[in-house]
Structure formats: structure tokens, C-alpha cells
T-cell receptor, first 111, second 112 residues
């Protein structure tokens, strides 16, 4: 049982480049979400999805896109990377009325 | 506007003693509170939760206390063990995972 799998673990981008952070879960969870963790800020919600074909914005959605074509996958796209997007990104999923299960994170540096 | 605050960035305790981690919140709509534990290079993992209808929830060495009037919760670990050394995040929600807010975390170090 792999749980929530994120790839890549590390990424360095130049300003203006685009990339996709991958997230997959094998627990058949309907709810999936993306967070960023910054020093002194805790975890902040970027986007979330309550099921395939349904996505919505969280606290800090600007500069990011998501899609949910299957229950298992929830990729996060950076359209034009900026230094302010340097962060650690966590994907999470949950079943109904249950706590979040997190992946191990992607550490992104934008230079 | 941080709705969930953990005012102590770090805490150091001796093995066998009690660890007390504190968390304050401002939104009176929050009715479900959780603690997550995070080791380096891993994602947060769920530790314990409490709903607003209770003031205490216990799971082994871990107990969470909720004081709704003070908008304060705390996590007690007794006895503390070196394996408990991690960053602990407090989280609160008003019923949905998409409105959950996290504190900035407290790094606990348990010394042998």
C-alpha cells in the first residue's frame, strides 16, 4: 500500500519555466489537495478536489493550475515559475470524515 | 492572517518527562482540531484529533486538551521518548478538509 506518492522529490527551475508536480494515491480517496509549506507559515492550501472532474481554489492559488481527470491522480502545474514559489509542496488525500494522508513532499527551488 | 498559531517554534525536554505543545486559534467556527507529526524528509502524519464537543481525547501516551472558551488546545506526551522528536503541527477546521488551517509548527526535541 503506497498511500500518496509525489514526484519528483527535488526540482530546480529557472524563473519563467513551467513544470508539473505529480501526485497519485491508491486509497480510492475522493478528496485530494495541494499544500505549500514555508518557514513560519505552516501549511497553506493551494487547490483541492472533491472528486474526478471537480477542482477548486484554496488560500494561495495564484500561479498554479490543477486538474483531476481520474480519482487517483492530482497534478499541480506551475505555469511560469517565480522565486516566490520556492517552497516544499505536499499533496494530501482523504476519505469521508477522515484525516489527511500526506505524501513525502517535493522541494522546489526557483532561481 | 494566521487563524491557528503555535507560538513556540521549538521545545526541548528530557526523555521520560512530559512534553506540552500549545496551539491557539482565532476562528470560533472551528469545531475539529488535529495534531500532525512530521519527521524530516517525510510528509506530516496524523497523530490525534478532538471535536469541539469534547475537552479531552487520549490515545496511549498522547492526550489532546481543548479549552473552547480560551480558544486553546494542547498536546501532552507522557512519557516523552527520543523517537517523538519531530515537528508537530496543530490544525483546525470548521467541518471540511478544504477549510483546514495549520499552525507554523513546533519542533520537539527529546533528549536521552
Amino acid at each position: 500500500n503506497a498511500g500518496v506518492t509525489q514526484t519528483p522529490k527535488f526540482q530546480v527551475l529557472k524563473t519563467g519555466q513551467s513544470m508539473t508536480l505529480q501526485c497519485a494515491q491508491d486509497m480510492n480517496h475522493e478528496y485530494m489537495s495541494w499544500y505549500r509549506q514555508d518557514p513560519g507559515m505552516g501549511l497553506r492550501l493551494i487547490h483541492y478536489s472533491v472528486g474526478a472532474g471537480i477542482t477548486d481554489q484554496g488560500e494561495v492559488p495564484n500561479g498554479y493550475n490543477v486538474s483531476r481527470s481520474t480519482t487517483e491522480d492530482f497534478p499541480l502545474r506551475l505555469l511560469s515559475a517565480a522565486p516566490s514559489q520556492t517552497s516544499v509542496y505536499f499533496c494530501a488525500s482523504s476519505g469521508i470524515n477522515s484525516p489527511l494522508h500526506f505524501g513525502n513532499g517535493t522541494r522546489l527551488t526557483v532561481t | 492572517d494566521q487563524q491557528v498559531k503555535q507560538n513556540s517554534p521549538s521545545l526541548s525536554v528530557q526523555e521520560g518527562r512530559i512534553s506540552i505543545l500549545n496551539c491557539d486559534y482565532t476562528n470560533s467556527m472551528f469545531d475539529y482540531f488535529l495534531w500532525y507529526k512530521k519527521y524530516p524528509a517525510e510528509g506530516p502524519t496524523f497523530l490525534i484529533s478532538i471535536s469541539s464537543i469534547k475537552d479531552k481525547n487520549e490515545d496511549g501516551r498522547f492526550t489532546v486538551f481543548l479549552n473552547k472558551s480560551a480558544k486553546h488546545l494542547s498536546l501532552h506526551i507522557v512519557p516523552s521518548q527520543p523517537g517523538d522528536s519531530a515537528v508537530y503541527f496543530c490544525a483546525a477546521s470548521a467541518g471540511n478538509n478544504n477549510d483546514m488551517r495549520f499552525g507554523a509548527g513546533t519542533r520537539l526535541t527529546v533528549k536521552p
